[in-house]
């Protein structure tokens, strides 16, 4: 079974920037396409950004409006998201999906305030 751990949630000020990372168990990381996923207060969790396997090709939901990053780096079975010029309204907890084979990570909280 694959397992996922998000990590670089935390309190940041309005404005800022934060790196989350999702480290992969999996043995055949590169084979497997992910996803980046949030869940504001309150809410369903929604999709955030995608990563195809392969050829790296990415897809972002409207709302993420060029602040967000997603990457992945296949020899450390790592995937990333960049946040940049954060909102309160970006305050959530933040999951990694591996699409491939449906696995969620624990999640990270990521709490935008001055």
């Known amino acids: 079974q694959v397992q996922l751990v998000e990590s670089g949630g935390g309190l940041v000020q309005p404005g800022g920037s934060l790196r989350l990372s999702c480290a992969s168990s999996?043995?055949?990381?590169?084979?497997?396409?992910m996803g980046w996923y949030r869940q504001l207060p309150g809410k369903q969790r929604d999709l955030v950004a995608k990563?195809?396997?392969?050829?790296?090709?990415?897809m972002y939901e409207d709302f993420v409006k060029d602040r967000f990053i997603i990457s992945r780096d296949d020899a450390k079975k790592m995937t990333y998201l960049q946040i940049n010029n954060l909102k309160p309204e970006d305050t959530a907890v933040y999951y990694c999906?591996?699409?491939?084979?449906?696995?969620w990570g624990q999640g990270t909280q990521v709490t935008v305030s001055s």
């Open positions: 990563i195809y396997n392969r050829d790296g090709h990415t």
């Open positions: 999996a043995t055949d990381f590169s084979s497997y396409s």
């Open positions: 999906r591996d699409l491939t084979n449906s696995v």
